[in-house]
Every structure is written in structure tokens, then in C-alpha cells.
């Protein structure tokens, strides 16, 4: 038979089981906001590091567009010149 005794003593024990159970599921909830927190604050840096590449391609294709303009300019100026001289 079930006495009051063993009763609370049953309840006890599982209550000191889900509050073993709780506190683990604390622990592996605060790792997991840890964790979230450390991705985000990677996912920041590398939205920097992207946003300075970018910055950094566009000048370079500014550069490079200049470049092309100057050089076009430069062959179209060779081409004039072997045409007077083959004149």
C-alpha cells in the first residue's frame, strides 16, 4: 500500500528529476544563444568585409573603365596615324 510518505517522497524524486531536466535545458538553451549571438556577430563582420570589397571592386572598376577609355582613345589615335602614313 501507498503511504503519504512514500507518495511525497515519489513526487520528490521526480520533481528533482525535471528539475535536473529543466536546468540542462537552461544550459543548452544559453549555448544556443551563445552560439546565435557569435553567428551574428560573424555575419556582421563579414557584411563589412563584403561591403568594403565592394567598395574596393567599384574603384578598381572605375580605374579600369578609365583605362580602357584611355587606351581606346590611344588606338584610335595609332590607327589615324599607320593611315597617314600609308597615305
Not at 563579414?46 to 579600369?64: G, V
Amino acid at each position: 500500500m501507498l503511504t503519504p510518505e512514500m507518495f511525497m517522497d515519489e513526487n520528490t524524486v521526480l520533481i528533482e528529476e525535471r528539475d535536473e531536466e529543466i536546468a540542462v535545458l537552461k544550459a543548452e538553451i544559453d549555448l544556443l544563444k551563445q552560439e546565435k549571438l557569435n553567428l551574428k556577430n560573424q555575419t556582421e563582420s563579414m557584411q563589412e568585409d563584403n561591403d568594403q570589397l565592394t567598395a574596393k571592386n567599384k574603384k578598381w572598376i572605375a580605374k579600369l573603365d578609365e583605362e580602357i577609355e584611355k587606351n581606346a582613345q590611344n588606338v584610335i589615335d595609332l590607327t589615324q596615324q599607320i593611315k597617314s602614313l600609308q597615305e
